[in-house]
């Protein structure tokens, strides 16, 4: 399987997504997501999961930062903004959620916003053989568990973005 993205290229992910882009949502949380597109997914796939994180926010905030989290999607590919735009999508919270944001306000995309020095942010999307049942405002936890014994493939996607 394998996960691309018209927004990173070279290893970077375009400014629009992030900080130095211009649509922002609650507490200044960048609000427009990146397309994917999905490919090679193996046989016997019933859905997707996207998780998208930043494992370099542990030495300033002492956790990994989650950015994006959506389950259950049926479809190999997401334009940009479908966040904002494709109710089909079931978003879980990000790690906004109590820092500016409510359960709400937090499932949805938030982009990179990095406060000290570059990081990359990684995309995982996972095939599933089964659709969780999960609800809005999930915890990435949640999908975590609900997912291990049911992840047909996993693809990776790295993106460095540079604060504002």
């Not at 405002?137 to 693809?155: M, R, Y």
Request: glycine share 10%; proline share 7%; net charge neutral.
């Amino acid at each position: 399987m394998k996960v691309t993205s018209a927004a990173f290229t070279n290893g970077r992910i375009a400014d629009e997504y992030g900080s130095r882009g211009t649509e922002f949502g609650t507490a200044g949380m960048p609000a427009r997501s990146f397309p994917v597109e999905i490919s090679d997914a193996p046989a016997g796939t019933a859905s997707f999961a996207l998780i998208f994180d930043d494992p370099d926010s542990r030495p300033t905030c002492g956790f990994t930062w989650v950015h994006w989290l959506v389950a259950g999607l049926k479809y190999s590919s997401l334009p940009a903004d479908a966040s904002r735009t494709d109710s089909r999508i079931i978003q879980g919270a990000n790690s906004w959620n109590g820092h500016g944001t409510d359960l709400r306000g937090s499932s949805v995309y938030g982009g990179p916003c990095p406060s000290d020095r570059p990081h990359t942010y990684v995309l995982r999307v996972l095939a599933l053989d089964f659709e969780p049942a999960l609800k809005p405002g999930f915890s990435c936890e949640a999908l975590t568990k609900v997912a291990k014994n049911h992840i047909l493939a996993k693809a990776e996607l790295r993106g460095l973005y540079e604060p504002a």
